[in-house]
């Protein structure tokens, strides 16, 4: 797993800076066709590190849209959502996160969109490696009656692998989303 994860992020990262702009706007189109995206929701998006899809465009219809957006914080362990604001800070991986006052659980979200390393087409994903979401979603397993938050992976099309090796504690997908494809 490890260096399957290694390999995917090598070619994520690989993608060209010209392409990737492309990408995350068709991104935003795939996106759009997935949802009934409403005023009042509450949906949590990421910014991008390690050479991730681009969320920009979908952050900006979701503005357009009254939809209040969250971000992953690292709490321990797991993760809770922050209202985006004006301010961050660096988590431990350098990664940008919301200094607000608004923190939300998982199961409070309506959608949350999250990254990958790398995704099957069973709708089965791989992260970085630190069990972040699947411990903050590991709720979803336990009782299958959750229609929220409804959990979609955003990523390229170049991290597809031909299937990948579930164990117990992973939260499947509701749908992978690329820039070509949804995965439903």
Known sequence: MKTLRQSIRIQRRSVPASEREKFAKRLLLQVQKLANF??????A??????GEINTKYIQNFLKSKGISIYLPILVGKSLKFAKVGKNFRKNRYGIDEPISTQILNA??????????????????????????????LSFKNRQQNYKSPKLYGLAFDCQEVAELNVKPWDVPLDAVVTPTTIYQ
């Open 45 to 50: 998006l990421y910014l991008p590190n390690d």
């Open 107 to 136: 199961n409070q979200l309506n959608i949350i969109f999250m990254p990958l390393v790398g995704f099957d087409q069973f709708k089965n994903r791989i992260g970085m490696g630190g069990g972040f979401y699947d411990r903050t």
């Open 38 to 43: 409403k005023n009042g929701q509450k949906i």
